[in-house]
């Protein structure tokens, strides 16, 4: 709180992004978040209110006084941004200051993540950290097994301290060999197992590069292939995915890393992928992020800007790569090797996405959760780099998590069956990767998240998925349709990857869609199950009444009113209630009056032509919370687990 | 028979079809008079049944006596056909290459086509000018039907019944008509029920370059304004087009003789670009390079989403004067049958919720489509593959309903129709076993007689199981006004017409389905739980009735 010169500025207006309207309101400062309230003005609607959290600003921009104010433009990492104009310079600078301390911690024990307290007893947040256990999600592949087999080498970091302290590696591989490799790849990070495709007894390993700069060579390396490749019967080698473009591969040489030479390695065939690396990723993002915040953008800049930012390329570059290890594996029946520069970022993304292609599991919430855990947090993909989590070097950070968020959306696009979780899922969790609420994607690696003793000491994010996780299903999943596509073979004409609107502008409420057919499907999916309990309802009371169902129902037995979850409130979440949804809040209500006065009507699905739909209106009204009731308490409130924006109208940029 | 004498080969077996994600068939080749039938002459496989007049171009290609030929279809579809022998596979192109593109409306399918459905309602007959008149007269008493076109004298392409402001007579009309391109003088397009304003169009007020002017023209839009109100004149031309306009005896409406009118320009382009657009649309989409840099600036040369953009934006401008600035509205372009139409028939969509219903959408395509006089035949004589110079060929129609798929897509629970209507009368435009949009007016139309010799397409579509087909299930009516984002990241490349042949949309298809089979189930518990309840409700006040006696 120290940080904190003006907790309370009022009179600020916020401007709409890609609109000349604004709302007025007042700013506050607290020491996690930064909030706008609305001024009511209509005592009518709640007033709309803004949450950021500290750590979700990327950057704080105070532009030169105009005559109306002080403007401060603050840029989310969940792509929102919003245009505050103070009226005061003091009270800008004085808000500006404050912000520039708060969103760069410098330890992380100034993270939300150690403040956070959703109410849980300790047990229940224990069993939130075990709800995934890595070690069942191997022997769920078949792991270990007579080819491979879990090592202790790891134990204590001491062989490599990014990786987790379990292992799986060949059987054939000795303790000198582990070693031996070791010391001759990048960082420690020798090969091992993260993906067994059982059915032709196939293996994905990752590994980072070899140190063997024009010539160097480790026999210890070499053998390391070659009993990977040996607890394969299936075939005669191993592919060797180098994830990046020759030539930074061949630049590597120079300071004595590089590549695997085909010569020393005997049934390995070498490939390059072509997957630029994290510096490029990040320009690429910086460059799409401005050309679609550019306000009256005409289709032809567009579609330019997205062609030459190069940010769609790179995704299907990266989904190119995992079909790639995906066809070598299933089709091949051929084990692979990924690996790039440090081996945690590309190979993360090529290994998880070619799993998620490879495996049905990894479709469901759970398995994408045991997913994201096993490649991406246990394997060292260093998250407080890439998303800036303290402060930290500005050439560390990198989207290559939201890369590979992106690249699972577009393969949802293109199978809209195949996947349990909705885009709401991928949108959540990648809220929560920059939100450091949770102490999952805490750190670097495992190592470090146990010296912080994230386990004791923070709540896990998995553990509030599964919660709710209603919210996050795909109604049209179809849990048979891996049955008959295990392995997705998704296609990779350009036109088919599409700019993700959800993700880059999923605060800019004037782009989406009015109506939410997603929202609408699952809402009826979920009140389908209402229905079916209140027919048993209805049934066992008639039975009363001597009248017997149609079809007696063995398990007749009714369940206890099933309680809709509530909506998280975002805006692509969020689409404004639709009529149906109107009437489904109506009928909960009738429903409740009905069993105060044991009246029995018929108006229930009768449209209650009162309820105007609210097109224009706004998800915020649907709030139930209000800062104003607890402006005095706001250490101890609840914020929303996404906080809706806009108030907006649908407006013409005639 | 004269069909005969342009069939050379009319059978040739072992002919192979490939069609992509579909499985291939080998059958028997049959050239009709307006087919290409293929079959394999066994149950339970599909048969090809193929309009000529859906063919757009096709290639030959030899390899040895084998020969192929790749049809490309109107409608975007490419398939190939493997047909053994030289003579035979020459004979068979040559065959479909005449008879795709015969000019005789007189041989066209639709007069021969004899339907094979019971018509329960005469399309013909289903949105007459007068009951659309019976409507406005319910809502407002300013506006009469003038018969002075009754035999098409005044304006070739208007029908003969049109609705014009009350106090203007058939005198003024004629000399207006006079005034505008093509005689094309403003009448009634849209009542604004909420607050009276009207949207009218016409053609562009022939001023020429000494600035001609028509007290009958400024009496008649005047008389469309309240008093001390002013009204907007839309322009879908940019200025500089209009100012060039006025060299070829067209112009626009001057500040100085329509005082009370503020004129807007927007950027429309002409039909002629808009054909070279789909072109090129159609070129990229095709496009089997895998380079994403590639695909990306072959989008954007192709112009296709601007002119979406473009045409959105001028009917939400349209819209917006209308129920925002309640101000009436006059659009026109150059001779008011294309731009002209596209603007007022989508600020229909965004205002009026009739429109979005699935008689509403046939009657506002009836309206302002086929009686507008937009020149259907012309326009779609040829789609995005023919050889063959364009002539008058643009993808008018087309742009609209990709612009309406874009509100669709927007307010997805606000159509009571889903995106394979607005398909099927893409379908329909560029071939078709209907009347419906033949010719270029209705003037042309009803010298063939259409309406008796043909059937029409609404008869089709009005059936149930095709209401059904093409219904939205997610469609709850909707009583605003819908305003569409026009945002470049907001409009999307409509994969429905474009990306249809291109992947196998099986997927997309199974997953329709089940959100269909969802929202049916809810229906169907609903019903349930409402007859127990009615039910239960009669046992109680049954009971309730024994006790008190």
Known sequence: MEHIRTPKVEQVRLLERFSNKSTSGTLHLTATHLIFVESNNAATTAAQEIWILHHHIASVEKLSLTTSGCPLVIQCR??????????????CHDIYSSLLRLLRPVSYDELYAFSYNPKQNEQQREEGWQLIDLGAEFERMGVPCDRWQLTDVNRDYKICETYPRDLYVPITASKPIIVGSSKFRSKGRFPVLTYFYQEKKAAVCRCSQPLSGFSARCLEDESMLQAISKANHNSRFVYVMDTRPKLNAMANRAAGKGYENEDNYSNIRFQFVGIENIHVMRTSLQKLLEVVGSRFLSVNDYLLGLESCGWLRHVKAVVDAAIFLTKAVTVEGASVLVHCSDGWDRTAQVCSLGALLMDPYYRTIKGFMVLIEKDWISFGHKFA???????????????????????????????????????????????????????????????????????????SLWAFLLREQQNYLNPAYCPTYADAHPVLEPSTLPCHFKFWRNMYHQFDRSMHPRQSVLKNVLTLKESNCQLEDTIKDLETRLQKHGISPPTPDPQASPRAQRILPTRPHSL???????????????????????????????????????????????????????????????????????VSLEFGVARMTC | MEFAELIKTPRVDGVVLRRPFLPTVEGTLCLTGHHLILSSRQDNTEELWLLHANIDAIEKRFVGSLGTIIVKCKDLRVIQLDIPGMEECLNIASSIEVLSTLDSVSLMYPLFYRPMFQVIEDGWKSFLPEDAFKDLESMTEEWRLSDVNKDYSVCSSYPPLVAVPKDVDDDTLRKAAAFRHGGRFPVLSYYHKKNGMVMMRS???????????????????????????????????????????????????????????????????????????????????????HSMD????????SNWQTHVKEILTS?????????????????HGTEGTDSTLQVTSLAQIILDPACRTIQGFQALVEREWLQAGHPFQQRCSQSAYSNSKPRCEAPVFLLFLDCVWQILRQFPCSFQFSQHFLVLLFEHTYASQFGT???NSASERSKLNLSQKTVSLWSWVNRPQEVERLSNPLYE?????????????????????????????????????????????????????????????QLETEEAGEKED
């Not at chain 1, 929102?80 to 009270?91: A, G, K, L």
């Not at chain 1, 450091?436 to 146990?450: D, H, I, K, T, V």
């Open chain 2, 294 to 301: 590639r695909w990306l600036s072959k989008l954007e040369a």
């Open chain 2, 315 to 331: 009917a939400c401008l349209a819209a917006q004067c209308i129920d925002r600035e309640g101000a009436s509205v006059l659009v």
């Open chain 1, 385 to 459: 780099d890439r998303c800036d989590q303290l402060d930290g070097d500005p050439k560390e950070v990198s989207p290559v998590f939201t890369q590979f968020l992106e690249c699972v959306w577009q393969l949802t696009e293109q199978f809209p069956q195949a996947f349990e979780f909705s885009e709401w899922l991928l949108l959540q969790i990648h809220e929560h990767v920059h939100s450091c609420q949770y102490g999952n994607f805490l750190a670097n690696n495992q190592r470090l998240r146990e010296e912080l003793q994230l386990g004791d000491r923070t709540h």
């Open chain 1, 572 to 642: 692509i979440l969020g689409a404004p209630l639709s009529r149906k949804e109107a009437q489904r809040q109506h009928e909960e209500e009738e429903e409740e009056e009905e069993e105060e006065e044991e009246e029995v009507g018929e108006e229930v699905t009768e449209c209650c032509s009162d309820t105007e739909r609210t097109v224009e209106g706004s998800s915020g009204t649907e709030r139930k919370e209000s800062y104003s009731d607890l402006q005095e308490t706001y250490g101890a409130k609840a914020e929303p687990a996404v």
């Open chain 2, 477 to 537: 009516a909707n009583c605003l006004v819908i305003w569409p984002s026009v945002a470049p990241q907001s409009l999307l490349l409509w994969e429905g017409v474009f990306l249809r042949w291109k992947r196998s949309s099986r997927c997309l298809d199974e997953a329709y389905d089940e959100m269909v089979h969802i929202i049916q189930y809810n229906k169907e518990l609903q019903n349930k739980v409402n007859n127990l309840r009615r039910q239960l409700a």
């Open chain 1, 78 to 91: 969940n792509f929102r941004v919003v245009h505050f104009v103070v009226q005061r310079e003091r009270d």
């Open chain 2, 437 to 439: 949009f033949m010719g």
């Open chain 2, 203 to 289: 053609g562009q007020p022939l001023t020429g370059t000494n600035g001609r002017r028509c007290k009958e023209d400024e009496k008649l839009i005047n008389a469309t304004l309240r008093a001390g109100k002013r009204g907007y004149i839309i322009d879908t031309r940019t200025v500089s087009v209009a100012q060039q306009a006025k060299a070829r005896g067209g112009g626009f409406e001057s500040e100085a003789n329509y005082p009370q009118w503020r004129r807007i320009h927007k950027a429309i382009e002409r039909s002629s670009i808009l054909q070279e657009s789909l072109i090129k649309l159609v070129e990229a989409c095709n496009d089997q390079s």
